[in-house]
Every structure is written in C-alpha cells, then in structure tokens.
Nanobody, 124 residues
C-alpha cells in the first residue's frame, strides 16, 4: 500500500509559476515510478509527466514540454512538478501517481496508486 499526498496548487496568473509536491509513504519510494496527470472539468484525466525510479529518465506530454519539469528526491520520498510559463489551458486538478513496473508511462490505467489531487487555476 502506498499513500500519496499532493500540495502546492493554487491560483496564478498566466505566465506565472507553481511547484507541486507529492509526498509518498507506506512503501520504499525509490522502488516506484512516479508521475503526474491532470484532469480539467469535463475532460478525461491526461498524462503530464513521468520520472523513473532513479530519476535519470523523464517523459512529458507535448503540451507541457519545455515548461514543466518533474524531479524526485528519494531521500525525502517526494516528487515535484515545477510548472513555468503557465497558461489558462493548464487549469486542472493535478494528480500524483505511482507505479511498480511501468509498461506505458502515458497510460492512466498502468499506474497503481493515486493521490487526492490538488487544484491549479491559471487566470488570463
């Protein structure tokens, strides 16, 4: 069992920045692939970013590439999502997620654990 708790969401103007954090407990953090998904009102939950166990490899959705950065600190059992140059279309609930062996980093159904989500709202 793994528990994930997100924090850092809020309201920001377009062009601004936010850093989301996800604290994990209940399992060895370094044994988990970690990722971020988001879900806007009336839409399906979509992939945002993913990072491997060691942190040496990352993947991003095309819509956020160059603006968002995922990182992890295994000593603190925490994964981060640094979001820069935010756009109104980034507005969504952002979810932290974790997986054991990961088959498809972009596929929601391939992750095993989910946080409760944190709201990010970007105003124009």
């Amino acid at each position: 069992q793994v528990q994930l708790v997100e924090s850092g969401g809020g309201l920001v103007q377009a062009g601004g920045s936010l850093r989301l954090s996800c604290a994990a407990s209940g399992r060895t953090f370094s044994a988990l692939n970690m990722g971020w998904f988001r879900q806007a009102p009336g839409t399906e939950r979509e992939f945002v970013a993913q990072i491997t166990l060691s942190g040496t490899t990352t993947n991003y959705a095309d819509s956020v590439k160059g603006r968002f950065t995922i990182s992890r600190d295994n000593a603190k059992n925490t994964v981060y999502l640094q979001m820069n140059s935010l756009k109104p279309e980034d507005t969504a609930v952002y979810y932290c997620t974790a997986a054991h062996v990961l088959r498809r980093y972009y596929a929601r159904d391939d992750y095993n654990y989910w946080g409760q989500g944190t709201q990010v709202t970007v105003s124009s």
